[in-house]
């Protein structure tokens, strides 16, 4: 049982308890990106009527910007050993690290809400019971996986990584199959619906990257850099952008089904196998929504604890913290407007306007001004070189935020500078110029300092808390 349950949490993973190959990295990825809410994302596309062919583009486009920078992200795991978030204490400092930190885990609850009630919709529809059950049984299944923690995580998504490509070929030959069965969406082409979805698509890949290399911190130190990268940027591409793609395409003549019962829709194109091809497509989602209970999990201990944390956590505190997030996330995914698919637009734009300045710093910093040179003790202390708060870091996260509103357009408020561009919402590449540049231009002597900072392999007992 205790092999079984991680162990370690937000502390420095020593080398000798490093495992794993930088491409077990790709099923990964792929499972996490290969579920039926990015195939409602997808539709996204179609419902603000951009048109099949420019929404397939954006899609593409959109989630290799986006997963540039999640990959980055990725190959900062294996040099660091330690989770992304309690990382932003180099930028942020200690205490300052806790804004990112809380706008994370918003996010995490966001998206395990939306996932949840997909999940939980299809299991009432297989097993006839109220929609609020399935939502429970689904998330109580997800909190398991993400009581368990790194090994079963990746374990089971490298399993369903294998069945989502056979589900993935199934699926999208009975849609094509079935294309112009029933009259198409409505369609107004025009470069601003085109660059909202090419934006939903990066943001889909950015949101990973609060927690993108929580995944990749047990890998041997000799698996990092290059390998890192690609396997992550390759997986979670591919599982992205072909169930978006599959969304987007059933969307145009289904768009209604998808959005009210993605999954039991989806399942029921199948000639064959309709029920067992959506168990599989529950059992994705799940294998997903863990990453989005896990998150919240480390990222609420980086903001809480003093130091790195105990080497060990017991597991009656990784059942009532995962336990915690989980309650919450059902509650609100119970109580959660039956708009789904407006619902989701929002939140993905909401998010990247507050999470695009963060990863900007994080990268810039990482690597352009310390090109990886990090004091990892100094991280985890409260003693440390990285100080209680950089207002620096705060001040230019702060500019960069509200330089994005002018180029902001979203339901929730159209900037100026949209109106001006006919709509075109080009705010998260400004807020990534301005919080890069800003944070680069304030801090780019800082490496000088950096001469003294060990770059041998974490061990057991430089990962102790200072």
């Not at 399935?134 to 009581?147: K, Y």
């Not at 003093?306 to 989980?326: E, M």
């Not at 109580?335 to 300045?357: A, C, K």
């Amino acid at each position: 049982m205790a092999t079984f349950i991680e162990q370690r949490t937000i502390g420095a993973i020593p080398e000798e308890e490093r495992h794993g190959r930088a491409w077990h990295l790709l099923p990964l990825w792929f499972s996490l990106n290969a579920t039926v809410m990015a195939a409602t994302t997808g539709a996204i596309g179609i419902s603000v009527g951009a048109g099949l062919v420019p929404t397939l583009i954006a899609i593409v486009v959109g989630n290799l910007i986006g997963s540039v920078f999640m990959a980055y992200h990725s190959a900062q795991g294996p040099q660091l050993g330690l989770p992304q978030m309690i990382q932003s204490r180099a930028q942020f400092g200690f205490f300052g690290a806790a804004l990112p930190n809380l706008l994370a885990i918003i996010m995490y609850i966001g998206y395990f809400s939306g996932a949840g009630v997909i999940g939980g919709q299809a299991i009432a529809s297989i097993f006839g019971m109220p929609t609020s059950t399935g939502i429970i049984i689904c998330n109580a299944l997800t909190w398991f996986i993400a009581f368990a923690g790194y090994r079963v995580i990746h374990a089971f998504d490298r399993a369903m990584a294998a069945v989502s490509v056979i589900v993935l070929v199934l699926l999208f030959v009975a849609a094509i199959a079935h294309f112009g069965s029933a009259p198409p969406a409505e369609s107004h082409p025009g470069f601003a619906n085109f660059f909202l979805i090419l934006s939903i698509a990066a943001s889909w890949q950015i949101t990973f990257a609060p927690y993108v290399s929580d995944y990749s911190r047990y890998l041997p130190t000799s698996q990092g850099g290059a390998k890192t990268f690609w396997y992550t940027l390759i997986g979670s591409c591919a599982g992205a952008i072909t169930f978006m793609a599959l969304g987007a395409i059933v969307g145009v003549y289904a768009l209604e089904s998808l959005s009210a019962d993605a999954i039991v829709y989806l399942s029921s194109l199948s000639p064959v196998g309709a029920p067992l091809i959506a168990i599989i497509l529950v059992l994705g989602m799940i294998g997903a929504n863990c990453d989005n209970l896990y998150g919240p999990y480390m990222a609420g201990l980086s903001t809480v604890t003093q130091a790195g944390g105990p080497p060990h956590v017991s597991r009656l505190v990784r059942a009532a913290v995962t336990g915690g997030f989980a309650l919450l996330g059902t509650a609100i995914g119970i109580f959660l407007s039956g708009d789904f698919l407006t619902n989701l637009q929002n939140l993905i734009m909401l998010l990247l306007y507050m999470l695009v300045p963060w990863t900007a710093i994080n990268l810039v910093d990482f690597y352009l001004i310390h090109r990886g040179r990090y004091d990892v003790a100094a991280i985890v202390s409260m003693r440390g070189r990285y100080g209680l708060v950089n207002w620096k870091a705060i001040a230019t996260y702060a500019v960069a935020v509200i330089a994005q509103v002018p180029f902001m357009s979203c339901a929730l408020f159209v900037g100026p500078a949209a109106n001006a561009l006919g709509g075109v919402d080009i705010a998260w590449v400004v807020g990534l110029i301005v919080a890069g540049g800003l944070h680069y231009l304030l801090n780019r002597s800082a490496a000088a300092r950096d001469a003294d900072i060990p770059v041998a392999p974490i061990t057991a007992a430089t990962a102790v808390t200072a």
